[in-house]
């Protein structure tokens, strides 16, 4: 019952009306118990609900699809859905996997280049509760389910604020980086906290990745800039009003 409950409100009418207008790709964090001390409670969902949300899009014939495919083209009638996860936590690792394969969907990581095997530093140093990060052999095995790999930057910077000459480092070295690992290409990057402007976009396009995830809030109709893709935070109702709660708490006092 809990779980049906979980996942009616997921996909709620007016998601489904969006999700009908283009591809929506929706953007995770961590999967499991939420750490203590967390500053942001809502990066986290817990494991039995993203089971449910999974089981949700299948029930409504969603097909799990890479951001390639994605941005293709709607070359078949199917329903498209992209599953991101932003910095590589290995609690998805843990536990996200069984529920992926067992929903037979498919997904990306962006990960942190320099932090691979560590922990989420550039949280930790603003007195957030430190997460480990998937290292070489999980993602390894992570690759082997199927599932892709993209970039969030070598270090999680506030891309804006660098000079471009290093935001160019961060976005360029961390593909290589990345590729150089794991001996396969990095197609895909993902903004460090959805930060970005047009000449953050042209770096990431000139650096040779196919598309670029904001956290800007949309669905991706056919045509959509590619190195500006919109994401959703499939959260429900309730999370949504808590979440504008804690922000304003937040912003009030950090
Ligand atoms: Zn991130």
């Known amino acids: 019952m809990a779980f049906r409950f979980l996942a009616m409100v997921f996909l709620s009418a007016a998601q489904r009306r969006l999700f009908a207008t283009g591809v929506p790709i929706l953007t995770y964090h961590s999967v499991g118990p939420r750490a ?53 936590c290995a609690n998805v690792f843990q536990n996200a996997l069984p529920a992926l394969a067992k929903h037979q969907a498919k997904a990306i990581q ?93 770096i990431v396009a000139e650096a040779g990745y196919e598309t670029a995830c904001t956290t800007n809030f949309g669905v991706n109709p056919p045509g959509a800039p590619r190195h500006e893709l919109r994401r959703i935070v499939p959260l429900t109702r309730s999370e949504l009003i808590g979440k504008s709660f804690h922000r304003l708490r937040r912003k009030f006092r950090p």
């Open 36 to 88: 203590a001390g967390a500053r942001d409670p809502f990066l986290y969902v817990p494991t039995a609900q993203f089971d449910a949300q999974l089981a949700r899009l299948r029930s409504e014939s969603f097909q799990t699809v890479s951001l390639s495919e994605a941005v293709a083209g709607p070359e078949d009638s199917a329903r498209k859905v992209v599953i991101t996860f932003d910095d590589g």
């Open 110 to 202: 962006f990960l942190i280049a320099k932090l691979i095997g560590g922990k989420n530093d550039w949280m930790i140093k603003h007195g957030d509760a430190p997460e480990t990060l998937m290292d070489v052999t999980q993602i390894k095995e992570w690759l082997a389910a199927g599932h892709e790999i993209g970039s969030h930057t070598s270090t999680h910077p506030n891309l804006p604020k660098l000079s471009l000459a290093a935001a160019r480092e961060e976005i360029a070295g961390s593909k290589k980086i990345l590729e150089d690992f794991f001996g396969q290409p990095v197609r895909h990057f993902a903004y460090p906290g959805g930060k970005w402007n047009e000449a953050l976009r042209d």
